[in-house]
């Protein structure tokens, strides 16, 4: 059975950092891509960064560029979110998903309804 879990969520002030991990099993871990999706209240689910197992290779949306760093531990088969100046439209419940296969490059952000397995997601709250 393939199950993603996600750890780290909590409460931040604005400008403050938080550490997310998505700890995969059940799978072969280097045969994936895994993202990273949120959900604002009352929005759509968005994608904000995927790195490719296989070679390291990640891409981040505009939203996130700069502030957000993905990482992936392939001892560990865990994927980090290093999230950086948060600010308050951060807040969502963020989820990491697995896509079967390599060279998606930047497709895997907007594969919202076609990964393959995804957690159950974590809560950041940003205060202001």
């Known amino acids: 059975e393939v199950q993603l879990v996600e750890s780290g969520g909590g409460l931040v002030q604005a400008g403050g950092s938080l550490r997310l991990s998505c700890a995969a099993s059940g799978l072969i871990f280097e045969a994936y891509a895994i993202g990273w999706f949120r959900q604002a209240p009352g929005k759509e689910r968005e994608g904000i960064s995927c790195i490719e197992i296989s070679d390291g290779s990640m891409v981040y949306s505009d939203s996130v560029k700069g502030r957000f760093t993905i990482s992936s531990d392939n001892a560990k088969n865990t994927v980090y979110l290093q999230m950086n100046s948060l600010k308050p439209e951060d807040t969502a419940v963020y989820f990491c998903?697995?896509?079967?296969?390599?060279?998606?490059?930047?497709?895997?952000?907007?594969?919202?309804?076609?990964?393959?397995?995804w957690g159950k997601g974590a809560l950041v709250t940003v205060s202001s």
């Open positions: 998903a697995a896509l079967y296969g390599t060279g998606w490059g930047s497709l895997c952000l907007r594969y919202n309804h076609g990964m393959d397995y």
